[in-house]
């Protein structure tokens, strides 16, 4: 029998979500803040929930997928949140990227009920989600994984659904090592772009040509495409970036572990934000350094 899934935060990345669990046949239970992507998600046959309590009143598994740390506490914890209302043996699975350290709490608390918690952040922004094609990189008990995989296959293929560990926070750590690698390749494509304008030189050829080579990858053929066309409509917001990046530098400060990359890709992205650019693309980081250069 079809458990029921209760989706809470039906944002940009949480709406396709839902929407694929819907269209899978599992029965859906959604609750969000604004009314509008609620009625949204009915038209797509999910059943409308006055609060979170009222979501884990009604579901074998609760999703969150809200934008920080403070966000997840408020729904799980706060007044009307999920746990004043979960049953025994269901399963939470946090979608959001938040702390690692937040997550280890939450993840006992919800223990403390008799139930198990997944952190289970993804990569693949909002094209990924309205796609399907996630990548989701799971902590928590294995034997939690094992019951909700279907689930999870809604929204991303198996082949992307890892496994990192079994404590809690794990894959919020590997999500933080995500938006780490992200950021030093972004600021490498930026400034080989800036390069290529100063000097006169068609960064489009540039690309075409690093593409065929070593230098090449997802975020150059993504967001060199971004930063040659000045197409930065948000698939991942900047002012969400930052808030990753802050997590990353926070954890890595915790556990003694230097990093001057993403300590300098935090920077650009706080110019960025400080400049009004919060609501676009996080690729956008790419000009501030087209500023310094002198670059319009």
């Given amino acids: 029998m079809s458990e029921t899934v209760g989706f809470i935060g039906l944002g940009v990345m949480g709406r396709p979500m839902a929407k694929h669990i819907a269209a899978k046949g599992h029965r859906l239970v959604v609750h969000n803040r604004s009314r509008g992507a609620v009625e949204d998600l009915q038209r797509s ?6 609060s979170a309590a009222d979501v884990a009143r009604q579901s074998d598994v609760v999703i969150t997928m809200v ?13 009307g949140g999920v746990l004043t209302t979960l049953r ?17 709490r939450l993840a006992a608390a919800v223990a403390d009920r008799g139930s198990a918690m997944l952190d289970a952040p993804v990569s693949g922004g909002e094209i990924g989600a309205i796609n399907a094609t996630l990548s989701i990189m799971v902590g928590g008990p294995a034997h939690a994984l094992a019951r909700v995989k279907p689930i999870l296959e809604c929204m991303g293929p198996p082949e992307k659904i890892i496994h990192v560990g079994e404590e809690s926070g794990s894959g919020q750590i590997c999500k933080i090592c995500n938006q780490m690698a992200i950021g030093g390749a972004l600021a490498g494509v930026s400034e080989a772009m800036a390069m290529a304008r100063k000097t006169g030189v068609d960064p ?4 075409e040509a690093l593409l065929g080579g070593f230098a090449a990858s997802r975020v150059l053929e993504v967001h060199g495409e971004r930063l040659i066309k000045g197409n930065f409509a948000p698939g991942f917001r900047a002012r969400l970036y930052q808030k990753d990046l802050r997590l990353a530098t926070e954890t890595a400060a915790a556990h003694g572990v230097a990093v001057p990359s993403a300590a300098l890709v935090s920077q650009l992205i706080n110019a960025l934000v400080a400049s009004g650019g919060g609501d676009l693309d996080y690729s956008a980081m790419g000009t501030v350094l087209f500023d310094l250069a002198g670059l319009e």
Avoid at 45 to 50: F, T
Wanted: negative net charge; proline residues 8%.
């Fill in 88 to 104: 025994r043996d269901c399963v939470v699975i946090d979608m959001s990227s938040i702390s690692p350290v937040a997550t280890r």
């Fill in 45 to 50: 046959g999910a059943l409308p929930a006055d």
């Fill in 204 to 207: 489009s050829k540039v690309r």
């Fill in 67 to 79: 934008p920080d740390t403070a966000d997840v506490e408020q729904v799980l914890l706060g007044e």
